[in-house]
């Protein structure tokens, strides 16, 4: 019989990512958190008046009509665009960041992301990182950090202060997020410059997670990249914003870096090989929805209205809130075990993030999101100073 019909003797080895494999990605990763949280929903769902959901952070507040039309307009592209993206759109970021940003930033400096959470997680990959390598993070941290880490191989490291890590050129890639998922703090110029000196004495990458910058409510965010912060050069760092909270974009995964040119340029051929490329559609969004400001300027007055409505019932029912001086949440205790606060909470119809998703740091706090309609909000409010 030919080989076609060989049979094997012994037992057959399970196919790659089977449960009898050797080793399978999945078991490099930490649980997903999202799934622990569904027994909370189940409770709150029952709630007569309906559930509030305060967990996830997704938009839910319409595309603004100009950057629908800028879509639709873009529909027919049979041919395949280009992972770099045409001049019009880097310039199109280089004159956002130049401009809301005060970064000096040339078009040959970006790259389109297909959303901020891939470029995230495979940047350590994509970057050659991997064993003996180290990803620094901070310790209260959205999870994806940990987890780009942990997909090449390399050790996650959480830290408070940079200057704490050790600097023996273990540590390549060092994560900031200002302003921070989970907490809204909002690090200062001068943190941030240390931060950048820190990474360029010991040669390490510095990635900047700016993508609540738009979303400052009583302090102002500082880009990695600004002048104040870095100098005269980007050497070393890298920024990464997003689309989906200021343009309401989060179906449409528009995003892009931007920093360093040399290491852009090897981004870019390291995902040509990967195809990971921005619908061409997509890409004319994201020209659209970066050259105007009126629509973020009627989002950000949406979510100011929703914190303030929040923030005064939940501490009208006993919660204090922490940092919360940026982006879409409120950092907020009860001082107990965070799962008991979002029990607490469940009662209520209302399901929250427990602080536990980001770190044990975050062990007694949970985080409120307020993207939410006009209409759950105002009932979550009723709810709680009932």
């Not at 199109?92 to 790259?111: I, K, T």
């Not at 982006?327 to 001082?335: E, G, I, P, V």
């Amino acid at each position: 019989m030919g080989d076609a019909g060989h049979t094997h003797s012994g037992p057959r080895a399970p196919f790659p990512g089977h449960p009898g494999a050797a080793r399978r990605v999945s078991d490099l990763l930490p649980v997903f958190p999202w799934d622990k949280l569904e027994p909370y929903k189940a409770t709150a769902l029952t709630h007569p008046e309906g559930l509030c959901d305060f967990s996830v952070g997704t938009p839910v507040d319409p595309v603004p009509e100009l950057i629908q039309k800028a879509l639709a307009g873009a529909a027919d592209a049979p041919g395949y665009p280009t992972v770099w993206g045409p001049l019009e759109l880097r310039a199109a970021v280089a004159g956002w960041l130049r401009r809301r940003v005060g970064a000096e930033v040339e078009p040959e400096q970006v790259l389109p992301t297909i959303g901020s959470k891939e470029l995230v997680a495979w940047l350590p990959g994509q970057l050659g990182l991997g064993p003996g390598d180290q990803v620094a993070y901070p310790r209260l941290a959205y999870p994806t950090y940990e987890v780009g880490a942990r997909l090449c191989g390399a050790e996650p490291v959480e830290y408070e202060d940079v200057e704490e890590l050790d600097g023996t050129g273990r540590v390549r890639l060092l994560w900031l997020n200002s302003p921070s998922n989970p907490t809204g703090r909002v690090l200062t110029v001068d943190q941030l410059r240390r931060a950048v000196a820190w990474a360029r004495q010991h040669r390490v990458l510095l990635v900047s997670d700016e993508c609540y910058l738009e979303l400052g409510w009583e302090a102002e965010p500082a880009s990695v990249l600004h002048p104040q912060v870095c100098g005269d050069s980007h050497e070393g760092l890298l920024a990464v914003h997003s689309l989906s909270k200021r343009s309401n974009l989060a179906g449409y995964r528009a995003s892009f870096v931007a920093g360093d040119p040399v290491v852009v340029r090897e981004l870019l051929e390291v995902r040509k090989h990967g195809g990971m490329i921005v619908p061409a559609p997509v890409q004319a969004a994201t020209i659209a929805a970066l050259g105007d400001d009126a629509h973020v300027q009627e989002q950000r007055a949406r979510y100011a209205a929703r914190r303030r409505a929040l923030r005064g019932a939940l501490e009208a029912d006993g919660f204090r809130i922490e940092h919360s001086e940026a982006s879409l949440y409120l950092w907020a205790t009860r001082d107990e075990p965070c799962w008991d606060t979002v029990a607490h909470l469940a009662e209520r119809g209302i399901l929250v993030a427990p602080g536990d998703f980001y770190g044990p740091a975050g062990a007694r706090h949970v985080r409120v999101a307020f993207t939410a309609t006009d209409e759950r909000v105002a009932s979550a409010v009723a709810r709680l100073t009932a």
